[in-house]
């Protein structure tokens, strides 16, 4: 039976989904809806009962309620809302409610740091796999950061021409490489098959089918595309623009916030005063908090020249993935914990028990539990975050930023640099640009270098994504098994493929127990692995019912 009478049903229906289920959405700012859960949980009342007594009757502080002009009612708002937000908890309540920010023209070196964020907060940046960065804007400028402090420095002009020599170098040779990809990888001799069943064709097969001849070519266009952006990036420097979306609860913008605007970098400063403007106008009480930490700023300068005084320079191994740490008894742990939740006994007493098993027979047992998934969204349970390890990792930083996005692993880098040396995609030297690659490249070396000794804080715009970086992550096999099977799909990029299945081979090496748990880990190279991907997305274009 309804709780409510009618009067107050329409009231309540501009700002619920329903009111007589016990399961409705909210139809409310974000800082109201974040505000009127943390009231909710300390009290007695039902969540819409509370907005009718406690936030709607609140002089009608909500904008558009009646008497009231939407200036006035916002105001009212804004007061009300801090009110409860201090009352209640607002570390709490900034959990309820988030905003989106669209974040354009920011550096690469930037979107680092934002990218950074891991709780409560979701990305989507701009591709540099299905975006040429080829084209001039209005001005005739190429999407390069131009740093403030660079570009006042006695190094601004080489800062310029080497980014600028990079760009045009990039337009140069981006459709030549389309045409040399045609040209080695044509696509009578690309691998196909059928986008519905899996089944693989011969090409003679495909031309016979006229949709499936139109979505292989449409498919393969854009595969040929994809690889020679994949190729070309390598010229792209650190410091080109790019656009973010980003969603984020009001509290990891407050921590991004903070993190910000104690960087050292002056673009990272900058953008934070920006979001604080916009967010402002969108969740204020949630992030009125956000300020630099002089706390952490001390404790950057102490632990740099304390790294400085104990690990100092040296001949650097460039191995691209190093086993450095891994639980001895992750195999014990994990099927004690698979079994822990069907019983009643101790955590202590099941590993016992566990630990006098066989070593056979918990292989066994372990991977009868991981046998059956369908695919790699069945995901393992949580038992395997009891197995966890740590990688020291070396990539070019493109394959950096897109092993990057992941969450739910913790990782550390080291700044942008050359020390590393760089990566020179075959597909260049293939195409005969190889001298002029190098060309680049070592341009690039010698500007960083300089850049380094007067300017250390800006000398990461230099450097190209062909360049290494040194990162390391420490994640749970639970992460391992979702990081390892999504970046060794087909359709990823060549390098970063090398580099999950090696971290997957390691796991397997020290816990040959759990190996199973991996059972879609993708081990094979491709040529063109993407085309599969493409193919199944342009079938369905040109089999689609309209209107269907």
């Known amino acids: 039976m309804n709780e409510f009478t009618e009067a107050e049903a329409r009231r309540l229906e501009p700002f619920f989904t329903n009111v007589d289920a016990h ?41 558009g309620a009646e008497g009231a002009s939407d200036g006035d009612a916002l105001k009212k708002a804004r007061a009300f809302y801090d009110r409860v937000l201090v009352g209640y908890g607002d570390d709490s309540v900034a959990q309820l409610g988030g905003a989106h920010l669209a974040i354009e023209r920011v550096s690469n070196v930037t979107a680092q740091v934002l990218e950074d964020a891991r709780i409560g907060i979701a990305f989507l940046e701009k591709s540099t796999r299905y975006v040429r960065f080829d084209q001039r804007d209005t001005r005739g400028e190429f999407p390069w ?18 980014m600028d020599r990079l760009f045009e170098t990039y337009a140069a040779q981006i459709d030549p490489m389309i045409a040399h990809i045609e040209k080695v990888l044509p696509i009578e001799s690309v691998a196909v ?34 690889h020679a952006c994949d190729v070309m990036r390598s010229y792209l420097p650190a410091s080109t623009l790019t656009n973010l979306g980003i969603f984020a609860t009001g509290q990891a913008y407050e921590h991004l916030l903070n993190r910000l605007l104690t960087h050292p970098s002056y673009e990272c400063r900058a953008l934070a005063a920006s979001m604080r403007r916009e967010l402002d106008r969108l969740i204020p009480s949630f992030v009125k908090r956000s300020a630099p930490s002089l706390w952490k700023e001390d404790l950057h300068a102490r632990a740099a020249a304390a790294a400085a005084r104990i690990v100092p320079p040296g001949p650097i191994s460039v191995s691209p993935v190093t086993l450095v740490d891994f639980d ?35 292989t066994a047992l372990l991977a009868s539990f991981a046998s059956g998934r369908k695919n790699r969204r069945d995901k393992p349970p949580r038992a395997l975050e009891e197995a966890s390890y740590a990688f020291d990792l070396v990539g070019n930083l493109g394959i950096y930023r897109d092993l990057h996005r992941h969450r739910l692993l913790s990782q550390e880098r080291q700044p942008f640099s050359t020390a590393h040396g760089h990566d020179t995609p075959p597909e260049i030297v293939d195409a005969g640009h190889g001298a002029v690659f190098e060309e680049c490249m070592a341009r690039a070396h010698d500007l960083y270098e300089a850049v380094k000794k ?12 062909a360049y290494r970086v040194r990162w390391y992550v420490t994640m749970n096999l639970r992460e391992a098994v979702h990081f390892c099977e999504l970046r060794s799909m087909p359709q990823g990029h060549p390098d970063y493929r090398l580099v999950v299945q090696e971290i997957w081979r390691r796991i ?41």
């Open 23 to 63: 399961v409705f959405g909210l139809k409310l700012p974000q800082e109201v809806a974040g505000a009127l859960f943390s009231r909710y949980s300390r009290s007695a009342k039902s969540l819409r009962r509370v907005f009718l007594d406690e936030f709607q009757g609140e002089a009608g502080i909500l904008p």
């Open 328 to 362: 001895r008894d992750a195999e014990e742990k994990v099927l004690a914990a698979l079994l822990y939740p069907h019983g009643d006994r101790p955590l202590a007493e099941v590993r016992s028990r566990v630990r006098a098993m066989g070593p056979d027979e918990r």
């Open 508 to 548: 397997e090496d020290v816990h040959p127990g759990l190996a199973a748990w991996g059972g879609f880990v993708n081990r094979d190279a491709y040529r063109l692995g993407r085309l599969q991907s493409e193919m199944r997305t342009e079938y369905k274009r040109a089999t689609a019912v309209p209107g269907g």
């Open 454 to 465: 007067d300017h250390p804080a800006e000398a990461a715009y230099v450097v190209p994504f």
């Open 145 to 162: 950061f131009r740093e403030p402090t660079l570009m006042a420095s006695r190094h601004g002009g080489a800062y310029a021409a080497l």
């Open 193 to 226: 098959r059928h986008p519905k069943t899996g089944e693989p064709l011969d090409f003679a097969d495909v031309k016979r089918d006229e949709e499936l001849f139109k979505a292989a070519k449409r498919a393969y266009a854009a595969t040929v595309r994809a």
